[in-house]
């Protein structure tokens, strides 16, 4: 096992990662594979597809960290399923079936570990001054669940998403397809950790959308995984845990069956997050059970998922645009569907960053 001093001295500084200005890599947006031949199928797409849905990104130009706001603001019924044994989640238990809020008017996904919980309170100043928000007499009062991912480890720990950066996501969101990559709250956002940051990869956030029979399901992730990420249409890791070399994928549950052993992992470190929204019209119950199909979408690309160090969350919103019946099976194998193509675009459209190369640099 190596000692404290090496895993440092193998790791990329933070001064380093700060001086060479990683937060605003250039990113770039990728096509993904037709879900199959079905022509009346059209993948690819944003989760701004859904009308009503809108997103807005802040990243911080000082280290690789921000928040992504998907916005409703006419309201639109909501579910959520956190599977990560580690998760960091706001206004989560008002989301279960039997509680009294049936509609939320954002969800806001942040890196910053827990202290990125902050920036929904931004996305709430900014909807009140709007006049969103449920109508209290005495306030309206805007519902704004949260999910956080830790990135602190890439960068100055002490810069992490706040009020104002959430207030700022929301003055730049808008209903055309969000930018992907090193943006948002998946800025700081990397994968394939199980044998320590220095063989890990850069990450970033993605987004997706299926169009089939005049229903839209759209989806956004930030991929921050402990595991690697798969292809699951070749079975074949597209970014994760590197060999010693650095120079290329090692495929990390391969190597673990192999008996190669694990370095002390720090529990929280890790966490994938994010939404899935429909255009039909959802119960409570039913989005949150399209949620909990929508990690399916995960298990397909993410080798291991849902661990002891991570935050596994994902939340579904439905905006009830289409005239369309819903039909909660196919909603939630399109939500899953949209999720793998999410997470696929994430690591793709990711830059590389001093010590964390990208999918498109191996």
């Known amino acids: 096992m190596a000692s404290k001093r090496e895993q440092v001295q193998s790791q990329p500084s933070r001064r380093e990662i700060l001086r060479a200005g990683l937060a605003t890599a250039c990113l770039g947006l990728l096509d993904s594979d037709a879900l199959s031949s079905n022509p009346d199928v059209k ?141 948002g709250a998946g800025a700081g956002a990397t994968v394939g950790k199980l044998f320590g940051m220095a063989r890990a990869m850069k990450s970033g956030i993605g987004t997706a959308a299926i169009k089939l029979d005049g229903v839209t399901v759209g989806a956004i992730v930030a991929v921050n995984a402990i595991g690697d990420v798969f292809d699951p249409s070749t079975g074949k890791p597209v970014a994760g845990a590197r060999t010693t070399d650095g120079k290329s994928l090692v495929n990390a549950m391969a190597a673990i069956l192999r008996g190669e052993p694990l370095p002390p992992s720090l529990a929280g470190a890790a966490t994938t997050i994010g939404v899935v929204a429909t255009d039909v019209l959802l119960t409570k119950a039913q989005a949150s059970k399209v949620a909990q199909m929508a990690h399916d979408g995960l298990a397909r690309t993410i080798n291991p998922v849902h661990t002891a160090f991570d935050g596994d969350t994902i939340f579904a919103l439905a905006t009830g645009k289409s005239s369309k019946p819903a039909n909660l099976t196919l909603i939630g194998a399109l939500a899953a569907e949209a999720v793998a193509q999410a997470v696929l675009r994430a690591v793709r459209a990711a830059r590389g960053i001093p010590g964390l190369p990208a999918a498109a640099e191996l």
């Open 43 to 183: 993948s690819a797409g944003s989760i701004t597809d859904v009308a009503g849905v809108k997103v807005g990104h802040f990243t911080d130009t000082r280290r690789p960290t921000g928040c992504t706001v998907i916005l409703t603001e006419e309201g639109a019924f909501a579910g959520v399923d956190v599977r990560g044994a580690a998760p960091g989640t706001r206004d989560t238990d008002l989301l279960n079936p039997v509680n009294s809020v049936q509609t939320v008017h954002g969800i806001m996904l942040a890196g910053g570990s827990a202290f990125g919980l902050d920036a929904a309170t931004g996305a709430m100043r900014y909807l009140e001054e709007h006049r969103i928000g449920f109508d209290m007499r005495v306030a309206r009062v805007p519902i704004v669940p949260a999910a956080i991912l830790f990135d602190l480890g890439v960068g100055d720990a002490r810069i992490r998403p706040d009020a104002e950066a959430g207030y700022k996501a929301c003055k730049a969101a808008a209903a055309t397809a969000p930018a992907e990559g090193n943006v």
